[in-house]
Antibody, heavy 121, light 107 residues
């Protein structure tokens, strides 16, 4: 069955970086891009960007493009999201989602379980 | 960037009620509109894509409609498991944008 398994919770200090992994299984990795979405406490869902699992090409949300890097490792069918220069507003649950191409790539029905990243001094 | 405005931001309803949630886009998004359900502690679940196509496995009480800039998610007979927050998402142009969410609570 299709599974996306994310790495565990992280606690980071302001200014640090965090790298979240998303190990996929149960489908052909190169057939679906990966989208990253986050949800801050008490807030709604925020689209962060996507990474092509064929080329590694990316597109990031405007407000994050200077600090976020999304990568893939096809050999392990794993996607990564690294966020640098963390601030308290980056405290959130981060999700990876398998994506469908309909016009643009967008999340389909298979998501990781979420990774809580807490930024605190 | 396209702005997505959902209304209402929250509502209270009873089991069996018909519930309608609206999503307005600041510019046309064609048919690139999806709806997601999100429950606390769980990953979001896609309900609808392409405005009105029902995701496999999603109950038929969920339906989507609309065009251009105004879209609707309807739950025809609310069930206990439907109490959650619902989000629309435009995937017509970058950046993709979620609506602010509609929390459906128990009356």
């Amino acid at each position: 069955q299709v599974r996306l398994m994310q790495s565990g919770a992280e606690v980071k200090k302001p200014g640090a970086a965090v790298k979240v992994s998303c190990k996929t299984s149960g489908y052909t990795f190169s057939s679906h891009s990966i989208t990253w979405v986050r949800q801050a406490p008490g807030q709604g869902l925020e689209w962060m960007g996507w990474v092509s699992t064929v080329t590694g090409n990316t597109f990031y949300a405007h407000g994050l493009q200077d600090r976020v890097t999304m990568t893939i490792d096809p050999s392990t069918t794993t996607a990564y999201m690294e966020l640098k220069n963390l601030v308290s507003d980056d405290t959130a649950v981060y999700y990876c989602a398998r994506s469908t191409l309909l016009g643009l790539w967008f999340p389909d029905d298979f998501w990781g379980q979420g990774t809580l990243v807490t930024v605190s001094s | 960037d396209i702005q997505m405005t959902q209304s209402p931001s929250s509502l209270s309803a009873s089991v069996g009620d018909r519930v309608t949630i609206t999503c307005r886009a600041s510019q046309g998004v064609g048919s690139s509109l999806a709806w997601y359900q999100h429950k606390p502690g769980e990953a979001p679940q896609r309900l609808i894509y392409g405005v009105s196509s029902l995701q496999s496995g999603v109950p038929s009480r969920f339906s989507g409609s609309g065009s251009g800039t105004e879209f609707t998610l309807t739950i025809t007979s609310l069930q206990p498991e439907d109490f959650a927050t619902y989000y629309c998402l435009q995937h017509y142009t970058y950046p993709l944008v979620f609506g602010g969410g509609t929390k459906v609570g128990i009356k």
